[in-house]
């Protein structure tokens, strides 16, 4: 048996990738399409992007720790850009820093729990289409490039 790395020895890097890893496989449980690092039209990049079969649009911030929590004040430019939005951070985070109407996702490399749903605020019907296609051709394109790493689109 291999023994379980405790996460305050893991690199801020590591822990990142772990917390998306467990909170996507939680997204995908719950129905969702996931991409990650999806840019919008105010330049920002989001963590995660993932989308329910409803057309419900949600945004992931990953959250590494309590240090990266504070230096970020980014996600508040998310809101334009989905129906709710939501961290994901890992287990040993102070999650009573993370208050409504943001939701909480609990997670490490083999999965994650809802811990708080966010609160929903609909986008405009223009918005969402938008937001829609761009995930789309992320999706298309990261999947051409699997198999073309000359392909150039959608990015």
């Given at each position: 048996?291999?023994?379980?790395i405790?996460?305050?020895s ?136 699997l ?9």
């Amino acid at each position: 048996m291999i023994p379980a790395i405790p996460p305050a020895s893991l690199a801020r890097p590591d822990i990142t990738r772990s917390v998306c890893r467990g909170a996507t496989r939680w997204l995908r449980q719950a129905g969702f399409a996931v991409v990650a690092e999806m840019t919008f039209g105010n330049g920002r990049r989001a963590d995660l992007v993932a989308i329910k079969p409803n057309h419900d649009i949600w945004i992931i911030e990953v959250k590494s720790g309590l240090a990266d929590f504070r230096a970020d004040q980014k996600w508040g430019h998310y809101a334009d850009y989905c129906d709710a939005l939501a961290f994901a951070v890992g287990p040993d985070f102070p999650q009573d820093l993370i208050e409504p109407p943001v939701g909480l996702i609990i997670a490490d490399a083999f999965g994650g729990m809802m811990l708080r749903e966010p609160e929903r605020l609909p986008l405009a019907p223009a918005r969402r289409k938008a937001v829609t296609l761009a995930f789309a051709q992320l999706a298309a394109g990261r999947l051409m490039r699997l198999d073309d790493p000359d392909f150039e689109g959608f990015t």
